[in-house]
């Protein structure tokens, strides 16, 4: 469903070249459909970069000025002035804002933030299409207190964790405030001609008074973006070739964490290491850089989030390491849009999260008493290049090598052994994009490979040897950016063992060994459970069309993966064969009202099939919402989904019957200019077996003064599935089911957390940052049945429909009979089984304090405390209480690290 939430500004940024209009205003030449233009002038004296804009050169040159407002007047001009003047020498390209505020300092909504952490407050943007082929963005933002932002490295989506050395300063004064930037030549990539052209782009927001301007102008209606920015002409900027920068590291680590195994001869209660290393930068050309790094640290400075996963499905996690979040934009691939739409995937061809992974294997080797295993892959190496050629070709490559990983073993007669449990691998990932028709018409190219190199047979019987795909891309643009078409193409394949095939032919993606399954073939591509295969070949891809311009705007689109699709070697995939289509129409209301600011209106439906025909998914929905007069956003949403058939819900046991429900959604969130901020938003579902879902999450922002803010965010969901999948399980006698047993229960689970951050900022490089995330779980479940059949929603409950079950509380099992009497001895058939209680309740406290200080540009020093409490219970009853205390009686396991990294380049 649509968001309408106010972003951080990081993620503002990234978006910048989305081609959906930035929160900005005209330039008045602009106006009339003439882009505006500005000149640089060469510095012939030193520039202080301390915002007071003193220098003869701020007042030599004509300035860019003449704003015009996009919100809350829009194509009005600014209320307030704006003039920038652009500057540079052989090494930097220097920024002098102006920003006049009519009540002076008292007018300026100064705030005090950690580096791209902008959220609220006034700023000043500087957007440059360094290319000028009008789809690159690199993005430069400063607020009144010297707070900066940056995202780009003009690449085709803009890249908020990019964070290039350079200096901004601001000081507030009685005209308003000032802005002074001096970025260097060596941070940027531009073509290597001795004159250049940019496109730029400027926006100014003022906070007090909710105004968004800029100085090159579109209307809401249309869509723009770099193609529509002005033109900075006159600079005379250096070749950027062999210029090298270097950033050593040094780390220590301290761990006081809990042995999972008492007993264990390879776990301790404290550890201690300490560890060195670098990485490289080296710009191969103007446009081309090398990123290289050498026993890199690959360590997470914030926690992933708890998570309790009762699917068959994989959680995915976001990517925070700084070598593979860095340009990652470069890489992306399979992008997905749309106005509203739901359970779908945007095609994945790389998730970096899968070099240095969690070992796969486990220890085969009987009799063992105590295993060790490695936390991670260790990476050996890792290198990427990334940039563009002379001709507009964006480059993305990368390379990286893990090694060997065996865990420690120990049998119950005191002999040591190891075990491999990873392999040896290499990762190459290559992306390519061609920006054609003045950026009208982008197509690009990706290729992934995984080699593993095995010592050990039982992890070549669980792994492929090797791992590829390839895709293709296109996003094309006419009538004045009205009209997109966009879409992507992929074909993968892994080979290996035919136990590894085997098992990927029989994973939650696909499911090839269900009875009921109408299989095709195994020839150019896998459409059939083949125990002896060697290979898994597939293809997928996304298209849509659409009208992304106007006040009514359209879409349609469609999204598939074959059966054999499977890409989870070098990307992330949940799941393959499936057909999903969708259609939308919109309306917006972009002129305001004495009712609301904007609106707008979704209509529209999706469905899904399987390729053996099954309806698999549904849906109508409709939302409206938009912001009012006072600055609220507000939105309403629901579904319609009709009863469908489930391939997944049986986990290989056959297709069920998934009843059909309807959705309600409602949110709201108030002025984010205030000290006090917060929104709420709830969910309800209601299906027709008796199934529910209710949701609750808020979010409160607090500012007690420009330098701290505390954010809360309290979050409870109760849910009641009819339909919980428990088991499968082999049985001749189930006729009804192809011989299978497929249990499934009621389960009533309850989820409460509190996320909870606190920033305070102490200067723009000195800041500390708290996290914590209390987070409890309970599963009950109860009324343990089968369906009657395939593609039924009829289900019989055990021991009052047919069989008999029991539960046995000293080892806290069931026992299920579907043919005898599991509580009289000699009573039970041989199809009796036994099962662990499912019921469960989880506890968890995560969190971590980072102190973060930018000693010197590029240089930091990172102090950084984890903690982790967690545990669970075999109950599945929910009560406040009781389980917010029981997570303060879990042990915690804490984490300090010291790291250090100095830069050194210019």
Same mark, same amino acid.
């Given at each position: 469903m649509p968001m309408h939430l106010r972003l951080p500004m990081a993620t503002v940024l990234a978006a910048a070249l989305a081609f959906a209009p930035p929160a900005g205003a005209q330039g008045g030449a602009h106006a009339t459909g003439t882009a505006p233009r500005m000149q640089a002038v060469e510095r012939t004296v030193p520039i202080v970069v301390d915002g007071r804009l003193d220098e003869a050169v701020w007042r030599s040159p004509a300035p860019a000025t003449d704003f015009v407002q996009r919100d809350p007047s829009e194509g009005q001009p600014a209320t307030q002035r704006t003039e920038i003047r652009v500057a540079y020498d052989a090494d930097a390209?220097?920024?002098?804002?102006?920003?006049?505020?009519s009540l002076g300092a008292r007018g300026v909504s100064d705030r005090l933030f950690r580096r791209d952490q902008v959220n609220s407050g006034d700023y000043v943007q500087f957007i440059f299409d360094t290319y000028h082929d009008h789809t690159g963005v690199t993005a430069f933002l400063v607020n009144p207190s010297g707070v900066k932002n940056d995202a780009g490295q003009a690449s085709a989506n803009a890249d908020p964790s990019w964070d290039p050395v350079y200096s901004a300063a601001a000081r507030t004064d009685s005209l308003g405030w000032a802005a002074e930037l001096r970025i260097p030549f060596s941070q940027l990539r531009f073509p290597r001609d001795?004159?250049?052209t940019w496109g730029l782009q400027v926006e100014r927001f003022v906070?007090?008074?909710n105004e968004n301007s800029s100085w090159s102008f579109w209307p809401k209606r249309e869509s723009g973006g770099p193609a529509r920015y002005g033109h900075l002409e006159g600079i005379r900027a250096p070749r950027n070739r062999g210029r090298v920068e270097l950033l050593p590291y040094a780390l220590s680590r301290a761990s006081y964490v809990r042995p999972?195994?008492?007993?264990?001869?390879?776990?301790?209660?404290?550890?201690y290491s300490t560890r060195v290393g670098a990485d490289l930068k080296y710009q191969l050309s103007s446009t081309l850089t090398l990123d290289a790094t050498i026993n890199p640290d690959f360590g997470q400075v914030e926690v992933d989030p708890a998570v309790v996963n009762l699917s068959a499905f994989e959680t995915f996690f976001a990517e925070r390491r700084p070598f593979f979040v860095e340009g990652s934009g470069l890489f992306g691939f399979g992008g997905f849009s749309c106005f509203n739409c739901s359970n779908v995937s945007s095609m994945s061809l790389f998730y970096s999260r899968r070099i240095g992974r969690a070992p796969q294997g486990s220890v085969t080797q009987g009799g063992t008493e105590y295993v060790e295993r490695p936390e991670n892959s260790t990476i050996l190496g890792a290198a990427k290049v990334t940039g563009r050629t002379s001709g507009g070709l964006q480059v993305g490559l990368l390379n990286a090598v893990t090694r060997s990983e065996r865990a420690l073993g120990q049998d119950t007669l005191g002999m040591q052994f190891t075990e491999e449990v990873e392999p040896a691998s290499n990762y190459f990932v290559g992306r390519v994009r061609q920006n054609l028709r003045g950026g009208n018409l982008t197509v690009g190219a990706i290729a992934t490979s995984v080699i593993r190199r095995f010592e050990s047979d039982a992890l070549e019987a669980r792994l492929p040897g090797h791992a590829e795909a390839v895709g293709v891309d296109w996003d094309a643009w006419w009538k004045n950016r009205t009209y997109h078409l966009m879409g992507n193409f992929a074909f993968s394949s892994v080979a290996g063992d035919s136990n590894s095939i085997l098992r990927l032919q029989n994973s939650s993606a696909r499911y090839f060994q269900r009875p009921d399954r109408q299989s095709g073939g195994n020839g150019m591509f896998s459409d059939l459970l083949d125990p002896s295969a060697t290979a898994l070949r597939g293809h997928g891809g996304y298209l849509r069309m659409a009208k992304d311009a106007g006040e009514w705007q359209w879409e349609g689109a469609v999204n598939y993966r074959s059966p054999g699709f499977e890409v989870n070697d070098a990307a992330f995939l949940n799941r393959a064969d499936y057909v999903w289509t969708l259609a939308n129409v919109m309306r917006r209301w972009n002129t305001p009202t004495r009712h609301y600011r904007s609106w707008q209106a979704i209509v529209g439906g999706q469905q899904e099939y399987n390729f053996d025909g099954d309806r698999t998914g549904a849906q109508l929905h409709l939302f409206t919402g938009g912001q009012l007069t006072n600055y609220w956003n507000v939105a309403f949403y629901t579904e319609v989904h009709p009863a469908v058939n489930d391939d997944?819900?049986?986990? @290989?046991?056959?297709?069920?019957?998934?009843?059909?429900?309807?959705?309600?959604?409602?949110r709201m969130s108030t002025d984010p200019r205030k000290a006090l901020l917060y929104s709420l938003n709830g969910n309800y579902i209601q299906d027709t077996d008796g199934g529910s879902y209710t949701s609750m999450t808020g979010s409160v922002r607090i500012r007690p003064a420009p330098h701290v803010q505390l954010t809360m965010g309290p979050s409870y969901s109760f849910s009641r599935n009819t339909q919980q999948f428990v088991l499968r399980r082999d049985d001749a006698t189930a006729t009804h089911f192809f011989g299978q047993?497929?249990?499934?229960?009621?389960?009533?689970?309850h989820q409460l957390s509190m996320n909870t951050r606190l920033n305070w900022t102490f200067t723009p490089t000195l800041t500390l940052e708290l996290f914590a995330q209390p987070f409890v779980f309970a599963g009950d479940y109860e009324r343990f049945s089968e369906f009657t059949g395939p593609r039924t929603l009829e289900k019989k409950e055990y021991g009052q429909d047919f069989g008999t079950i029991c539960f046995d509380q000293a080892n806290n099992e069931y026992t299920a009979d579907p043919n005898g009497n599991c509580a009289v001895e000699g009573a039970r058939s041989a199809q009796a089984f036994s099962f662990g209680n499912p019921d469960l309740n989880v506890r968890s406290l995560r969190g971590n304090a980072v102190l973060r200080w930018e000693y010197r540009p590029g240089s930091t020093l990172f102090l950084v405390w984890q903690?982790?409490? @967690? @545990?669970?219970?075999?109950?599945?009853?929910?009560?406040?209480?009781?389980?917010a205390a029981g997570i303060f009686r879990q042990r915690a396991d804490n984490i300090f690290v010291i790291k250090a990294s100095y830069w050194i380049g210019r």
């Open positions: 390209l220097y920024i002098g804002a102006r920003m006049y505020d001795s004159m250049q906070e007090r008074l999972t195994q008492p007993g264990s001869p390879f776990q301790s209660a404290s550890e997944r819900l049986t986990r @290989g046991a056959g297709v069920a019957r998934r009843p059909g429900d309807y959705l309600l959604h409602a047993r497929a249990v499934v229960a009621n389960l009533a689970q903690q982790q409490r @967690g @545990g669970g219970e075999a109950f599945g009853d929910f009560d406040f209480g009781r389980d």
